[in-house]
Nanobody
C-alpha cells in the first residue's frame, strides 16, 4: 500500500505565500513523476506543476514565475512554494505521484486527499 499525505494549505491574503508538502509512504520501490493539481469549485481538475525524478519541471502558464515545485527524493516528498497568491488560485490542491511499489513490476498512479488553499482579496 502507498499513501500520499499533503499538508500546508490554509487561508492567505492576496499577495501572500504558502508552501504545500506531500510525502509518499508505504511499500515504495521508486517514484517517478510527481505533480500538483488543483480543482476550483465548478471547474475541472487542472495540472499546476510537474517535476520528474531528475528534477525537470513544468508549470501551467497561470502560475509560471509565482509557484516553484521541488522534491526530496530521499524523503519521497514533493513541495509547492506558492508566492504572490491571487484569489483565482483558490482551490483544493492535490498531490500526484507515479510510483512503483516493492510488490509490482509496473508503475501506478497515486493521489493525495487534497488540501484547501483559499486566497482572500
Amino acid at each position: 500500500q502507498v499513501q500520499l499525505a499533503e499538508s500546508g494549505g490554509g487561508l492567505v491574503q492576496l499577495g501572500g505565500s504558502l508552501r504545500l508538502s506531500c510525502a509518499a509512504s508505504g511499500s515504495i520501490f521508486t517514484v517517478s513523476t510527481m505533480s500538483w493539481y488543483r480543482q476550483a469549485p465548478g471547474k475541472q481538475r487542472e495540472s499546476v506543476a510537474t517535476i520528474s525524478n531528475g528534477g525537470r519541471t513544468n508549470y501551467a502558464d497561470s502560475v509560471e514565475g509565482r509557484f516553484t515545485i521541488s522534491r526530496d527524493n530521499a524523503k519521497n516528498t514533493v513541495y509547492l512554494q506558492m508566492n504572490s497568491l491571487k484569489p483565482e488560485d483558490t482551490a483544493v490542491y492535490y498531490c500526484y505521484a507515479r510510483i512503483r511499489t516493492r510488490i509490482t513490476t509496473s508503475y501506478a498512479d497515486y493521489w493525495g486527499q487534497g488540501t484547501q488553499v483559499t486566497v482572500s482579496s
